[in-house]
């Protein structure tokens, strides 16, 4: 195995240290269970300070029950429609890496994103109350030792901290 200092040296890389986050993912390690959690509790903070969500009250429920969402309504300006689109886009991101609970309510409201109204930008608001609202939802990748190995354990399920 070729050590470390000599690949760096050779690739003319930079040692930054052992990665707390990485591509929107937090990975936090707790050393004495030997378990790795990869949570994105940040990106979700970061989400809402970004649209002056942060101090919104949470909710629990991505989209209240009997919500119809139609073509119908107040067409958004195209200022706030591009507002939509990236909003829609930060949630996906947030969809596809630890969020599948919002997962219905995202193949609705991507439907939109051509034409969207008022009331489709106050469900994708919604969405993003949700992500301050629940537990933080994150991956437990838990190692197991045996005999003086180590091995992880991946086909952990989501897990709710």
Known sequence: ???????????KSKDLGVANVFVGLRIFRDH??????????????????????????????????????????????????????VMVGALGYLMNCTRPDIAFVMSRIAQFTSCPTTKHLAVVKHNFITSRGPPKQSFEFKAEL????????????????
Request: hydrophobic letters at 40%.
């Open 32 to 85: 004495i269970q030997y378990t790795i959690y990869i949570d994105q509790a940040h990106y979700a903070k970061e989400i809402l300070e970004t649209y002056g969500m942060w101090n919104c009250n949470p909710v629990w429920i991505p989209m209240s029950p009997g919500d119809i969402l139609e073509k119908k309504g107040d067409l958004l300006p195209l200022s706030e429609k591009c507002t939509y689109q």
């Open 1 to 11: 195995m070729i050590q470390r200092h000599i690949w760096l040296r050779n690739l």
């Open 146 to 161: 045996r005999m003086g190995t180590t091995r992880m354990q991946t086909s952990s399920a989501m897990a709710l901290l």
